[in-house]
């Protein structure tokens, strides 16, 4: 019976253990849980999302007062268009995010970073740039661009000394959106170097419509392969989505997949960037509690648990300080929802907006508790200590468990210290 380690995931001479740990913004694939990845052999993402405000936090930076200092002015007008992000400062807080990361790397794996299209910062091309570009100029090994289907990125790199050298892949969910973006790249002479194909299991957002109950992830990677195959398309596809165990992962190694992407078991483990608290909520939830709704902003459905206390938080939008999802002419669907039900409620002091969320704070604030449909079965991955909590896990346990286990076994962790007395 094969096992993950049996295979690899190869790029070009170089060969890496096929398990790579997604992007999780903001800042829930931490760097701590990429490089854990990168030292076992594989590979590890940092996010980009909201860069500047996990500067702040973790370097003691500034880049979030700054702003909101800049724009304090504007808090009580509804017109956002006017909020720009300092293209200096956000090259400044990327290096420094992936500069740090890249300098504390050991082992043969690799870290990229997740970029998403998403994120239009009221400027979507300039942003986008700059944060890809200072990414590379930090070291990054590679770039997976997601949540879009980035026709223009790659333009966006041809300058820079590294597109050739760095790894490049896109995240797509069917094979209509792969072939859509190489046609428009041909002229580049430049592929991707992996397709992430993500199925409607994931967490975060989904590259599905209301109707993503109806599709399945091993299908739409078929269904890649195939079309890759038949146009002698050389490029390694990682299938994510919904892969619990080691033996998920062999069958997709087996039937045509380079390597896996995963993301929600490694949301419980100690490095992963969750409050410890909520990483409860998530090892708590039950299978009725894992929901999809419609209240991110972006227009993407988003998977998440049905007590995140982002949902209904009727807020005021944040976008001086942030501002990550103002498109470019300053609008965000929050915004509008918001000012609704100010409207609706004039003399309430406090309202309540179900349509959407204010994404931006509640990522900030760890309360938009985003997960993948697998969520629910987290607390078979652990023990139950005497105090009712759950044992959260080091990555490499859970890391080792991917690429080790067979017959659909998952391993428990060892018991703490304090357990064993
Ligand atoms: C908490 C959480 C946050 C996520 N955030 C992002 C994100 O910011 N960008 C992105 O492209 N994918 C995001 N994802 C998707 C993962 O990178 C990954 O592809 C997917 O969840 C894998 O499926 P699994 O969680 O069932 O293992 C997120 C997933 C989770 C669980």
Same mark, same amino acid.
């Given at each position: 019976?094969?096992?993950?380690?049996?295979?690899?995931?190869?790029?070009?001479?170089?060969?890496?253990?096929?398990?790579?740990?997604?992007?999780?913004?903001?800042?829930?694939?931490?760097?701590?849980?990429?490089?854990?990845?990168?030292?076992?052999?594989?590979?590890?993402?940092?996010?980009?999302?909201?860069?500047?405000?996990?500067?702040?936090?973790?370097?003691?930076?500034?880049?979030?007062?700054?702003?909101?200092?800049?724009?304090?002015?504007?808090?009580?007008?509804?017109?956002?268009?006017?909020?720009?992000?300092?293209?200096?400062?956000?090259?400044?807080?990327?290096?420094?995010?992936?500069?740090?990361?890249?300098?504390?790397?050991?082992?043969?794996?690799?870290?990229?970073?997740?970029?998403?299209?998403?994120?239009?910062?009221?400027?979507?091309?300039?942003?986008?740039?700059?944060?890809?570009?200072?990414?590379?100029?930090?070291?990054?090994?590679?770039?997976?661009?997601?949540?879009?289907?980035?026709?223009?990125?790659?333009?966006?790199?041809?300058?820079?000394?590294?597109?050739?050298?760095?790894?490049?892949?896109?995240?797509?969910?069917?094979?209509?959106?792969?072939?859509?973006?190489?046609?428009?790249?041909?002229?580049?002479?430049?592929?991707?170097?992996?397709?992430?194909?993500?199925?409607?299991?994931?967490?975060?957002?989904?590259?599905?419509?209301?109707?993503?109950?109806?599709? *399945?992830?091993? @299908? #739409?990677?078929?269904?890649?392969? !195939?079309? $890759?195959? &038949?146009?002698?398309?050389?490029?390694?596809?990682?299938?994510?989505?919904?892969?619990?165990?080691?033996?998920?992962?062999?069958?997709?190694?087996?039937?045509?997949?380079?390597?896996?992407?995963?993301?929600?078991?490694?949301?419980?483990?100690?490095?992963?960037?969750?409050?410890?608290?909520?990483?409860?909520?998530?090892?708590?939830?039950?299978?009725?509690?894992?929901?999809?709704?419609?209240?991110?902003?972006?227009?993407?459905?988003?998977?998440?648990?049905?007590?995140?206390?982002?949902?209904?938080?009727?807020?005021?939008?944040?976008?001086?300080?942030?501002?990550?999802?103002?498109?470019?002419?300053?609008?965000?669907?929050?915004?509008?929802?918001?000012?609704?039900?100010?409207?609706?409620?004039? *003399?309430?002091? @406090? #309202?309540?907006?179900?349509?959407? !969320?204010? $994404?931006? &704070?509640?990522?900030?604030?760890?309360?938009?508790?985003?997960?993948?449909?697998?969520?629910?079965?987290?607390?078979?991955?652990?023990?139950?200590?005497?105090?009712?909590?759950?044992?959260?896990?080091?990555?490499?346990?859970?890391?080792?468990?991917?690429?080790?286990?067979?017959?659909?076994?998952?391993?428990?962790?060892?018991?703490?210290?304090?357990?064993?007395?």
């Amino acid at each position: 019976m094969k096992r993950v380690d049996d295979f690899r995931l190869k790029f070009g001479k170089k060969e890496y253990v096929p398990i790579v740990i997604g992007g999780m913004g903001v800042d829930i694939s931490t760097a701590e849980l990429a490089l854990e990845a990168a030292r076992l052999g594989g590979i590890g993402h940092l996010s980009d999302a909201m860069v500047p405000e996990v500067s702040d936090r973790r370097f003691d930076t500034r880049f979030g007062k700054d702003k909101l200092r800049l724009y304090r002015h504007n808090i009580h007008s509804s017109d956002k268009s006017g909020i720009k992000f300092d293209l200096g400062a956000l090259a400044n807080a990327t290096r420094r995010h992936v500069q740090a990361a890249m300098d504390s790397k050991s082992g043969d794996g690799l870290i990229f970073v997740n970029c998403m299209e998403k994120l239009t910062m009221n400027a979507p091309r300039e942003t986008l740039q700059v944060r890809m570009a200072s990414a590379l100029d930090a070291g990054i090994d590679g770039i997976t661009l997601s949540a879009g289907l980035h026709l223009g990125s790659f333009g966006l790199l041809a300058d820079h000394p590294r597109f050739r050298d760095a790894k490049l892949g896109i995240i797509v969910s069917s094979v209509r959106a792969l072939q859509l973006f190489l046609r428009k790249n041909a002229k580049l002479n430049r592929l991707p170097d992996y397709v992430v194909v993500e199925g409607p299991l994931a967490g975060g957002h989904l590259g599905f419509g209301a109707d993503w109950a109806q599709y *399945d992830l091993a @299908t #739409i990677v078929a269904e890649v392969v !195939t079309y $890759l195959s &038949t146009e002698q398309i050389d490029i390694p596809v990682i299938a994510a989505g919904g892969i619990f165990t080691g033996s998920d992962a062999v069958s997709f190694l087996e039937s045509g997949s380079a390597a896996v992407q995963v993301a929600t078991r490694f949301t419980v483990a100690n490095e992963c960037g969750l409050p410890k608290k909520v990483k409860q909520q998530y090892f708590r939830a039950s299978e009725e509690d894992i929901i999809v709704n419609n209240i991110s902003p972006t227009g993407y459905p988003m998977r998440m648990l049905r007590n995140t206390p982002a949902i209904g938080a009727g807020i005021r939008p944040n976008c001086e300080a942030y501002g990550y999802l103002l498109d470019g002419s300053g609008g965000c669907a929050y915004i509008s929802a918001y000012n609704r039900e100010v409207a609706l409620h004039p *003399d309430a002091k @406090t #309202i309540a907006v179900l349509d959407k !969320t204010c $994404l931006c &704070t509640h990522m900030r604030n760890f309360n938009c508790w985003t997960c993948g449909q697998t969520t629910y079965r987290l607390k078979d991955t652990t023990r139950r200590l005497a105090d009712g909590n759950y044992q959260t896990l080091s990555a490499e346990h859970i890391f080792r468990d991917y690429q080790f286990s067979i017959d659909q076994k998952v391993a428990l962790p060892p018991l703490p210290e304090s357990a064993t007395g």
